[in-house]
C-alpha cells in the first residue's frame, strides 16, 4: 500500500512534504510527483527499519527500506539535512537511501540537500545518497559530510554507478556544485563522487 502524504498534492506547486523518516521512504511509491523535505531528519546512530505492514514500528539493524526507485521524481531538499542513519548491509547489493535513480519521461532530480554522519555497509554499488543512476538527472547543490562508506567495490560519496540508460543514449546525468567533505571509506574500490563516471557531466564539485 501506497505511502500517505499528510500534506501537498505532488505537483510542483504543492509538492508533497517530506516531515518523516515514513515520508522520506515513501518516495518509493510514486513516479512523476515533486517533493520537499520540510524539516532536518536525524536517526542519532539508530539502526532504523520500518515494518512494511506498520509504519509507526521501528526495528530491527538493517536500516529503513531503501527507495528501491526513484524516478521522474525531483526532490527539494530545502537545504535541510539528513543525519546519522546507518545502512548496514554488507552482504547486499546497492546499498543507499535510494537504489536506483533514472528518467523515464519527466525531469528527475535532487537538489539543495546535506546528508551527515551516515554509515553505509555494502557488498557494492553505494552511497550515503544513490547506488546507482542512469542518464539523464540530475543532481545539484549536495553537500555530503562526515559519513563513513565501507564494503567491497562500486562506492562512492554522492552515486554508487553511473551507466548510460540502455538502448537510449541520448542525455547525461548533470552534477553541479555537489561536495564531499571528510569520508570515510574501506574497500577496494572508491570513486570521489561517483565510482564510475560515465554519462556524467561535473560541474564546480569537490572531493
Known amino acids: 500500500m501506497a505511502h500517505v502524504y499528510a500534506h501537498g498534492t505532488g505537483v510542483e506547486l504543492d509538492p508533497y512534504q517530506i516531515w518523516t523518516w515514513e515520508d522520506f521512504v515513501g518516495m518509493g511509491d510514486y513516479t512523476g510527483v515533486f517533493y520537499k523535505l520540510m ?3 536525524a536517526a542519532n546512530n539508530i539502526n532504523h527499519y520500518a515494518d512494511p505492514d506498520n509504519h509507526t514500528a521501528w526495528t530491527g539493524e538493517d536500516g529503513f527500506p531503501l ?4 524516478i521522474d521524481n525531483v526532490l ?6 539528513i543525519s546519522n542513519f546507518s545502512l548496514n548491509r554488507p552482504d547486499e547489493d546497492l546499498v543507499a537511501p535510494i537504489q536506483y535513480m533514472y ?3 519527466a525531469e528527475t532530480k535532487i537538489h539543495d540537500l546535506t546528508i551527515s554522519g551516515a554509515f ?3 557488498y557494492g554499488y553505494g ?6 543512476a542512469y542518464q539523464p538527472c540530475v543532481l545539484e547543490n549536495i553537500t555530503i559530510t562526515g559519513c563513513t562508506v565501507e564494503g567491497g567495490n562500486r562506492m562512492a560519496g554522492l552515486i554508487g554507478q553511473t551507466e ?10 548533470e552534477i553541479t556544485n555537489c561536495h564531499v567533505v571528510n569520508m570515510s571509506v574501506e574497500g577496494a574500490g572508491f570513486g570521489g563522487l561517483v565510482y564510475l563516471g560515465d554519462a556524467c557531466k561535473i560541474y564546480q564539485c569537490s572531493v
Open 39 to 41: 524539516q532536518n531528519l
Open 67 to 70: 527507495i528501491v526507485e526513484f
Open 76 to 81: 527539494d531538499g530545502n537545504s535541510k539535512t
Open 103 to 105: 528518467k523515464v519521461s
Open 120 to 122: 553505509v555497509s555494502t
Open 127 to 132: 552511497s550515503p545518497l544513490v547506488a546507482f
Open 164 to 173: 548510460w540508460y540502455p538502448g537510449d543514449p541520448a542525455g547525461f546525468i
